[in-house]
């Protein structure tokens, strides 16, 4: 099993930064060298969709075209913790932000396997 648990949302003005949080943990999670974290987001009404990923254990990282430029994700292997940094936030970026785990690469929210209880995310206009 894998715990996930995000902080760091809130409510900011549109064009200000929110760092977000998600620490992980678990048994699994401490043999994890492939496992991707990907940060999902969720407005009302709205599916759950992509906003980035990163692998583990090489850094690499994936972005949704609607953040690139804008939001980093990185990973702190001695903390089992990844950010993501979220730059000149729109209106349009409100939402639960949450993380998710699987083993592999992927943008699809079906395809993981464990998730934290979300933080929100609130950008005003």
């Known amino acids: 099993q894998v715990q996930l648990v995000e902080s760091g949302g809130g409510l900011v003005q549109a064009g200000e930064s929110l760092t977000l949080s998600c620490v992980a943990s678990?048994?699994?999670?401490?043999?994890?060298?492939?496992?991707?974290i990907g940060w999902f987001r969720q407005a009302p009404g709205k599916e759950r969709e992509f906003v980035a990923a990163?692998?583990?254990?090489?850094?690499?990282?994936l972005y949704d075209d609607s953040v690139k430029g804008r939001f980093t994700i990185s990973r702190d292997n001695a903390k089992n913790t990844v950010y993501l940094q979220m730059n000149s936030l729109k209106p349009e970026d409100t939402a639960v932000y949450y993380c998710?785990?699987?083993?592999?690469?992927?943008?699809?929210?079906?395809?993981?396997?464990?998730w934290g209880q979300g933080t929100q995310v609130t950008v005003s206009s």
């Open positions: 998710a785990v699987r083993y592999g690469s992927s943008r699809v929210a079906n395809d993981y396997d464990y």
């Open positions: 678990g048994r699994t999670f401490n043999n994890f060298t492939n496992y991707n």
């Open positions: 990163v692998r583990w254990r090489s850094g690499t990282t």
